[in-house]
């Protein structure tokens, strides 16, 4: 009987998840079939500030609450219910969904190559408490037109639960502001103004009582708050688990950094078999508490099916600077993810924007702003016209005859005289001024908007930005969502807008000619010589950084070895990004001009490769499959290969498809069998402009190496005609001849095969392999 119960046991174990066997102590998952392998790229947007409310995305819907007082002001989900109550929030609440979201912007973004949506809500909406009750009605039908809308045009959509009870994060966005502070005193009576504070005292209390003095949560972690949370995931699982329209979850965004990690990662796996055991197909996303540290994620849920790891980077908190800079960090994000696809898995980049200052009305709080911001001054336009309608908006748009009205937080943000702070323009960079003042200076007019429309350079800037960090996150990661759709104010912060202004392409199937080398540049990186001593390299350093004021030489003067010359790249690269075209005698090549710190610094280039997983060998058979379309001839020569041979095959068929089809939508994992990893660069020479890529080094196994050449060789045999075909075929008889006389050489030059192929047409782009030769059309990207 007991070993009929263990049966029972483990039968229904295997049944509940058909796909895969999950160990509960490791948190990790074996016997993964891949089933629905992760072979597209998300390309998406957020539906942000339409079920949960944020006032810098949707201001109209708050300008009703300026000049209040601590009783009635509503900067949130949760204080717009409580303050309107259940009638009059319901009331603008249906109003502003049914003219925030409509089918129109669905059609439109659909037309612009988008495949997902990513949807945040409350979790007030599947379960209702105050003071959400009735004020949140009509809310659940109004994301079932959305899911219609999106299976009308072939969109999915990622439930986000954006927003838990007690907030996860002591923000806006997390439905609730916590521990808001009204300080009023008598000075500020007398002024007439009303005070708060919420920067200083923010918490987050989803998780348990956190205590801000100590950065712990006081008795340790709310377990029963936790369960509550995952139980709501099933409730969600369950009415949506049979939805076409529906892509996945993602069980609670940006749970903040002093969030315990340990019960996170329960939180996430539990909620992870819970859905797995109602929606076998779902995708499972979890945000990464804003610590996106290999060594955090690295192994967790390893060989767990449909799972991702969400990242948001933004631009919009760093410090003022010059293009360059945000260019180069925008390039590289790709070293970055890469090595988070290696360590976890598939990586998508949820949240990102175009904005390169913290200028947006009300982007930090209502009324409020974080100690310091913005940075630097803003431009103001007049505020937008209400997207409801006009005189429909309680206080919408705002005066034209008031200055600032309260209450005031922290930091001022808001509208004066009915005109809004919105994101600053991008000047041209004056010659006199960098001599006077050096680079970033002089990139930073103080003036936050440009006069003269023939010098307004915000559409070339925000262009160059937006194809790199495409390219960046489309290149290396499985996926994005730009947030948002749309914005009231900010075109940095609008999908639509961008792509009308022409910074993002207007269809994502045009990525693959507009963004395919918008990195290069910046992909070349001023290195340390290895021969360079540490004396010298900090002699170089301080010479650096002179420009770098962010960089502090107190701390090069502690470093050492290794990590002294991680440091010394970083600076000489950002050096050389920012001054490689000063001073450039003719005919000299400006990639050349600054990257030699006196003899201690080289460029060096880092291409990437789609690299076969050496795993169980039928997962990489079945990821060969798919590359050549399940050809069956193909798929019984693979069968005959083993070990190195079937892994060589495998690195190069993943490499062509990945490199021909990366911009089309393609990933780097063909059912987790293969991963994207970094080629060591070698010291280049180039003309400005041209790609770095052909003179990259990869090193591979003289096997490998042989059989590239002799598939290379065939395969342009089979094209060519007769004569050429002659030529071509004794010239790769004698080069294999000579590699194979090599046999103590373990590098080659790696030239892409698009170098002497001829692409007809598009159609021609992928041809299943034949028995006898793998041939396959590539193209430069």
């Known amino acids: 009987m007991f070993y009929l119960l263990l049966l029972l046991v483990w039968t229904a174990k295997v049944q509940s998840f058909l796909d895969f066997i999950p160990d509960n102590e490791t948190q990790t998952c074996s016997g993964d079939t891949h089933s629905s392998p992760w072979v ?6 957020n539906i942000g500030g339409w079920m949960v409310l944020e006032p810098w995305i949707t201001p109209s819907l708050f300008y009703q609450f300026l000049g209040r007082h601590s009783y009635d002001t509503a900067m949130d989900s949760y204080s717009f219910c409580k303050v309107l109550g259940p009638e009059e929030g319901n009331k603008q609440l249906r109003r502003h969904w049914q003219t925030w979201v409509s089918e129109n912007h669905i059609q439109r973004l659909a037309g612009l190559g988008i495949n997902s949506l990513r949807l945040p809500v409350g979790d007030w909406l599947y379960a209702p408490y105050p003071p959400y009750i009735g004020c949140y009605d009509g809310g659940l039908e109004a994301v079932d037109q959305l899911l219609e809308w999106a299976k009308k045009y072939d969109l999915k959509v990622l439930i986000d639960v954006h927003a838990v009870r007690r907030s996860a994060n002591g923000l806006d966005n997390g439905g609730i502001t916590t521990d808001i502070k009204w300080t009023s005193t008598l000075a500020d009576v007398a002024a007439d103004a009303v005070t708060f504070e919420h920067w200083p005292r923010r918490s987050a209390h989803w998780m348990g009582n956190f205590d801000r003095h100590t950065g712990l949560y006081q008795g340790g972690v709310n377990w029963t708050q936790v369960e509550k949370s995952i139980h709501l ?12 329209a529906v892509l996945g979850i993602e069980p609670v965004n940006e749970p903040w950094q002093f969030t315990p990690i340990h019960a996170l990662k329960k939180f996430y796996w ?11 197909h779902w995708r499972f996303i979890m945000h990464d508490s804003f610590r996106f540290d290999t060594k955090i994620w690295g192994g967790f849920m390893a060989g767990c099916p449909d ?3 969400d990242t948001h980077i933004y631009q919009a908190w760093q410090e003022p600077s010059v293009r360059e800079n945000f260019y180069a960090n925008a390039c590289a994000q790709k070293d970055v993810i890469s090595q988070m696809e290696k360590a976890f898995g598939p990586v998508i980049v949820g949240e990102w924007s175009l904005a390169t200052d913290n200028c947006a009305m009300w982007l930090n709080g209502f009324n409020d702003n974080l100690p310091g911001y913005p940075k630097l001054p803003c431009k103001y336009i007049l505020c937008a016209q209400p997207y ?8 919408a748009p705002p005066s034209l005859v008031k200055s600032l009205q309260g209450p005031f937080g922290t930091g001022v943000s808001g509208p004066l005289y009915g005109l809004c702070p919105v994101d600053r323009d991008w000047g041209p960079t004056s010659p006199a001024d960098t001599l006077k003042y050096g680079m970033v200076r002089s990139s930073i007019d103080l003036q936050p908007e440009v006069s003269d429309p023939n010098h307004d350079e915000t ?16 290149l290396v990661a499985h996926g994005f969502y730009f947030w948002n759709f749309r914005t009231e104010l900010e075109d940095q912060w609008s999908y639509l807008r961008a792509t009308e202004r022409g910074w993002i392409p207007k269809s994502a199937h045009q990525f693959r000619n507009v963004v395919a080398h918008a990195c290069d540049q910046e992909d070349v990186h001023c290195k340390s010589k290895p021969s360079a001593s540490d004396e010298q390299i900090r002699d170089a350093v301080k010479f650096a950084i002179l420009d770098l004021t962010e960089y502090k030489l107190d701390k090069i003067n502690t470093l050492s070895g290794l990590a002294l010359r991680n440091e010394a790249d970083l600076i000489f690269t950002r050096y050389w990004i920012m001054h490689r075209k000063d001073n450039v005698a003719p005919n000299e090549s400006p990639v050349q001009s600054a990257c030699d710190f006196n003899g201690t610094a080289e460029l060096s280039w880092t291409p990437y490769k789609c690299h076969a997983r050496r795993i169980e060998e039928k997962a990489t058979r079945d990821g060969m499959a798919y590359v050549v379309g399940y050809d069956p001839n193909a798929i019984e020569r693979f069968n005959t290969l083993h070990g190195e041979r079937l892994y060589n095959q495998a690195d190069s068929l993943f490499q062509q498809f990945w490199s021909a089809h990366r911009f089309d939508g393609a990933t780097c994992d063909f059912g987790g069998a293969a991963i994207l990893v970094k080629v060591k660069g070698d010291p280049i020479s180039v003309q400005y402009g041209a790609n770095p890529f052909l003179n990259a080094t990869i090193t591979f196994s003289q096997q490998e190496d042989t059989v590239m050449v002799v598939r290379y060789f065939l395969f342009e045999t089979l094209r060519s005609g007769l004569i050429p ?10 080069l294999h001849k000579v590699r194979s006389s090599k046999s103590t050489r373990h590098q080659k030059k790696y030239i892409p095969m698009i170098s002497l192929s001829i692409i007809k047409n598009k159609s021609e782009e992928r041809i299943p392999l034949s028995s006898s030769v793998a041939s396959f059309h590539t193209n430069t990207t």
Request: hydrophobic residues 50%; glycine residues 6%; proline residues 3%.
């Open 40 to 45: 597209d790229k998300i390309i998406g947007v």
């Open 233 to 244: 995931i099933e409730s969600i699982t369950h009415r949506y688990a049979n939805n076409s």
């Open 270 to 280: 539990e909620s992870y078999l819970r859905v797995k055991t109602i929606a076998p």
């Open 307 to 309: 799972r991702a790891i």
């Open 388 to 395: 409801m309608g006009i005189n429909v908006q309680p206080g």
């Open 459 to 474: 559409n070339q800037v925000m262009t160059q930005l937006a194809h790199k960090k495409l390219q960046a996150f489309a």
């Open 725 to 734: 075909a002659i030529v071509i075929l004794l010239l790769g008889i004698v």
